[in-house]
């Protein structure tokens, strides 16, 4: 088993499933922006890895833009060296337009996380021998007026078979690439991460998430970050 082969399982997987309003738009990035995904699974996701990072779902301007997780435009293009053609979802919110690398959008999150790598590690390849980012759900949903729901506030039961595919993949994807620490940022990751690890041998945190929403993330994330990270023993 490798991450492609995961990916499409969990691709399988989540078409099976559906959701009734408040939901009107579902956006899968690893179906229309698959280019970008797999240079990213090719060039950064080596085996074993010493930590991984896990964020709940995809931002309008991230990773629904390219496919990369916490994917901000110019850090995939300029820092991580991948571009590539991004098609259209099946049904495209008209508030919500995938442009791929032709958007103009920043998405805050993105923008501090990898800032923050390329600040701490230099080059992408210096930061992904020791890290992996992923989310732990791929689906982007959004109301008919173009607000994002998030995956903990969908009813019971569609929230369950969701978690229970997206909990099958990332417990396989930490089985193969075995790593030291799996580390949900925001506490519906840590939640996710936690009862997905279970009795494996990783060890289970929390880092505080980067979004403006969050205001301690607006008073230095980075520094922030980095403290909970050593608290956790994790020599930066």
């Not at 939901?23 to 010493?50: E, I, S, T």
């Not at 940022?185 to 998430?209: C, E």
């Not at 980067?210 to 205001?215: E, R, T, V």
Request: charged share 25%.
């Amino acid at each position: 088993m490798n991450l492609t082969t995961i990916t499409n399982r969990l691709i399988r997987d989540l078409e099976k499933l559906s959701f009734a309003p408040p939901v009107a738009h579902v956006y899968n990035p690893l179906r229309y922006a698959r280019k970008p995904y797999d240079l990213y699974l090719k060039r950064y996701g080596q085996r074993p890895v010493d930590i991984v990072l896990v964020g709940m779902n995809p931002g309008p301007w991230g990773m629904a833009q390219t496919g990369i997780p916490f994917g901000e435009i110019a850090a995939v293009r300029e820092w991580m060296g991948i571009e590539a053609p991004v098609a259209k979802p099946a049904r495209e919110h008209p508030k919500r337009p995938i442009e791929g690398f032709n958007c103009t959008r920043s998405e805050v999150s993105g923008r501090r996380l990898w800032g923050w790598a390329r600040e701490t590690y230099g080059s992408p390849k210096a930061f992904f021998r020791r890290f992996f980012v992923l989310n732990y759900c791929p689906l982007l949903f959004m109301e008919a007026e173009g607000r994002n729901r998030t995956p903990d506030k969908l009813p019971a039961a569609e929230r369950a078979p969701l978690l229970e595919a997206c909990n099958r993949a990332l417990g396989d994807t930490l089985a193969l690439l075995a790593p030291r620490f799996a580390i949900g940022i925001g506490a519906f990751a840590a939640r996710q991460v936690k009862v997905v690890v279970g009795d494996m041998a990783i060890t289970t945190g929390r880092i505080s998430h980067p979004s403006p929403a969050n205001p301690r993330a607006n008073r230095g994330w980075s520094r922030l970050i980095e403290e909970e990270l050593r608290q956790m023993g994790i020599d930066l």
